[in-house]
């Protein structure tokens, strides 16, 4: 079994401020963790993945994030945000027969000028 | 390179209607294919998932169905709609079974049931 809890249902910073989507999982298998964003109206795109190489993962458009182990901890991060990165954010864990996902229940980014 | 379509991109339909919203893969051979449902304000649902023509798995038992009858095309289907059937509706595919392999996700089909 596998379950993945994002503690931060909403989060707001202003431009220019660093981001910080919060995100821990727990999983029997030895797991795969993703982070994906979704804009308005629209699929998800896949910003980043962790498959048991590097712990400390970088992705598309600035953001990176880290898997800790002993936190049971990926939490997803950005120097300095962009308006274009307010959106809706999911943390992602996959295992088990079928290449299933397990979705946490998202962080909406928003950003103020 | 791959794509994924899906289509309609949006479906206002009456409470007992059926339905049949269809999703196609690109520029891969035998996908694991995935519908999920994404309701308002809540994360992804998994409806059902294929690993090969003909192959359904349902995750979550409702008034939905689906079908492969190709290998690079998936349906979603109902012989009559719901209320609560409302939402948002995402295709996805993977190369395999292998957790390494992330998900690829259609443009998804916004569908209201009135």
């Not at chain 2, 791959?2 to 891969?28: F, K, N, R, Y």
């Not at chain 2, 519908?35 to 294929?50: E, I, K, M, N, P």
Request: aromatic letters at 12%.
């Amino acid at each position: 079994a596998q379950s993945v809890t994002q503690l931060d249902s909403h989060v707001s910073v202003s431009e220019g401020t660093p981001v910080l989507l919060r995100c821990n999982y727990s999983s029997s298998y030895s797991p795969s963790l993703f982070w994906y964003v979704q804009h308005p109206n629209k699929g998800l795109q896949l910003l980043l993945k962790y498959t048991s190489a590097a712990t400390l993962v970088k992705g598309i458009n600035g953001f990176e994030a880290e898997f800790k182990k002993s936190e049971t901890s990926f939490h997803l991060t950005k120097p300095s945000a962009h308006m274009s990165d307010a959106a809706e954010y999911f943390c992602v864990v996959s295992g088990g027969a079928g290449n299933m996902l397990t979705f946490g229940g998202g962080t909406r980014l928003m950003v103020k000028p | 390179s791959q794509t994924i379509h899906q289509w309609p991109a949006t479906l206002v339909q009456p409470v007992g209607s059926p339905l049949s919203l269809e999703c196609t893969v690109e520029g891969t051979s035998n996908p694991n294919l995935y519908w999920y449902r994404q309701a308002a304000g809540r994360g992804l649902q998994l409806l059902f998932y294929s690993v090969g023509i003909g192959q359904i798995s349902s995750e979550v038992p409702q008034n939905l169905s689906a079908s492969r009858p190709q290998d690079r095309q998936f349906i979603l289907s109902s012989k009559k709609l719901l209320l609560s059937d409302s939402g948002f509706y995402l295709c996805a595919w993977s190369v395999d079974s292998s957790s390494y392999n992330e998900q690829f996700f259609g443009p998804g089909t916004r569908l209201t049931v009135l």
